[in-house]
């Protein structure tokens, strides 16, 4: 079965501080993954999109990781920052038709002061 | 173009009653998503349009429920006799292809009494 599970489940954080958020997933063959940031209240905005041979991407303060080998990926925030408190979601997309994509749970950061 | 837009943001209703959304997808997406989420869970298929065309439809989605994209462009999700178990955030997201993120909506949360 298609799972992606993400840990931990809520984390809190000093602002200025880094951060790594874990997701491992057992989609087989994916074709892409995909870490989005929700804000209370708001639809998910993307912040990466990886395929199965990119390792890392960058957005900002924002450095996705992907080793394909173990099925794992990381989200490393760095310099947190107050408006970085949100749930983050990993998202693997099955490289199989119309599959539809596969949600994490997502892990939810808050960023205190 | 502003992006996904959902309406309404907000919907209260007593158990039993008829309720609809909108979405209108990012203009010449011609991939359009209906996602349900509850609290401390990540976004759960419901639907997905390629066109005006129904593709695929979850096991989430009871006789109750039913989406349509009549000309291709906005979406609507009904949801007739309510029950309190429907309550939960209902996303909306579009896409140009499936390798390309998921554009969301900002969803429509629904409180069933």
């Known amino acids: 079965k298609n799972q992606v599970e993400q840990s931990p489940q809520s984390l809190i954080i000093l602002e200025g501080k880094n951060c790594t958020l874990q997701?491992?997933?057992?989609?087989?063959?994916?074709?892409?993954l995909r870490w989005y940031k929700q804000d209370t209240g708001r639809g998910p905005v993307s912040l990466t999109i990886m395929t199965f041979s990119e390792n890392t991407k960058s957005n900002g303060r924002y450095t996705a990781t992907l080793d394909a080998d173990t099925k794992q990926s990381s989200l490393h925030i760095t310099a947190s920052q107050l408006s970085d408190s949100a749930s983050y979601i990993c998202?693997?997309?099955?490289?199989?038709?119309?599959?539809?994509?596969?949600f994490g749970k997502g892990t939810r950061l808050s960023v205190i002061a | 173009d502003t992006g996904v837009s959902q309406d309404p943001r907000h919907k209260i209703t007593k158990r039993g009653q008829n309720v609809t959304f909108r979405c209108d997808p990012i203009s010449e997406h011609n991939r359009l998503y209906w996602y349900r989420q509850t609290l401390g869970q990540g976004p759960e298929f419901l639907t997905y349009?390629?066109?005006?065309?129904?593709?695929?439809k979850s096991r989430l989605l009871s006789d109750r429920f039913s989406a349509e994209r009549p000309k291709g462009s906005f979406s609507t999700l009904e949801i007739q006799r309510t029950e309190q178990g429907d309550s939960a955030m209902y996303l909306c997201?579009?896409?140009?292809?499936?390798?390309?993120?998921?554009?969301f909506g900002s969803g429509t949360q629904l409180s069933v009494l």
């Open positions: 997201a579009s896409s140009p292809g499936v390798s390309v993120g998921l554009f």
């Open positions: 997701c491992n997933y057992t989609v087989s063959p994916f074709s892409n």
């Open positions: 998202v693997v997309l099955p490289n199989s038709g119309n599959t539809p994509l596969v």
């Open positions: 349009f390629q066109n005006e065309a129904q593709l695929e």
